[in-house]
């Protein structure tokens, strides 16, 4: 479906509105004339799936503001078309784009259950935390279907390595039963990305994600089963969604969280002009004002990459932001406690012995 802000068209159920070329590949597609042959590209995309046998899973964090160790994607691509998200970029490197084939052309790593096994199996692993959906989530719709987060959460249990998980999506809760047994020995937790309670602006600006209300019901039945939660309000884009920091917030702790996190948009590389293409056709009266002070969190751009400062940003309004998260977190108890996931227990799986599950 197509809807029609003034003289352009914006496409209902996508993030990003078109394709930008990828960086890393010489020539590209492009249409020369809007009608007759050419019209085929803009119809309705279906979601393609790319079975890929990876040869590695879990990645070393370096940067030092990132707040994980290691993390494990078993899909590249996420379908969820969050318009923001730092993940496109990712995409070029398979030869992809950063836009449109970001959210339809998915990578499946099938062969993630495998590598997970054989790192935990070498002698020179030590345990340590890893983060799932590091880059992209780990239960977008083909989860259903694959299983493999599921299959990866169950090796984690089988031989005690602690977990982190992060996303948008309510099918985490089909996965409680190995989610409970996880945090039984301190092994996991679970935390949902919240953006707004806006579900308007979820529509456009996470167009294929879970409703904030099924979001928070995550928090509320995971934390009823005595598994660990908490939320991400991520990311705060100025002029979008920063005056929804204490709704979000105070439902959140209202459902079970303990914990919160936050980041200010940045929009590096190819997520720049994906961005600013969208929030002038999704939101032409306020686009200007958005972008302005998206770059004023930035030192006047809106691609930041110093450690620290890019993930929330600096100046007056940055300071603000971070002054009233810090507010708000302390109004409703968030963030009062904080204790390490089990490290200590971890095992190697003798040749023979069955597993847990």
Known sequence: MIIQHETEKFEKGRGAQYNPKNRFLKGEYVQEHTEAIDDWEHEERKTEYIYDESRTLVNKITSPDVGMMFSANPYQGCEH?????????????????????????????????????????????????????????????????????????????????????????????????????????????????ITSLDEDLRRVLEPRTASYRSRLKVQENLSKLGIPTGIMNAPIIPGLNDNHMHDVLKAASESGAKWAGYTVVRLNGAIGPIFKDWLFKAFPDRAEKVWNLISSCHEGHVNDSRWGNRIVGDGKFAELIKTQFRLYCKRFGLNETYNPLNINDFRRIKHGQLPLF
């Open 81 to 193: 078309g969050c318009i923001y998200c730092y993940a496109r970029n990712s995409h070029e490197y398979w030869g992809y784009s950063a836009g449109v084939d970001f959210e339809s052309r998915i990578v499946v790593k099938r062969n993630a259950p495998a590598l997970l096994k054989k790192l935990f199996e070498n002698k020179n692993w030590e345990p340590a935390v890893i983060s799932l959906s590091g880059n992209t989530d780990c239960y977008q719709p083909i989860e259903r279907k694959m299983r493999i987060t599921r299959k990866l959460l169950e090796i984690c249990l089988e031989y005690r390595n602690p977990v982190g998980v992060l996303t948008k999506n309510a099918l985490v809760l089909r996965d409680t039963d190995i989610l409970q047994e996880l945090a039984k020995h301190n092994l996991v937790r679970v935390f949902s990305s």
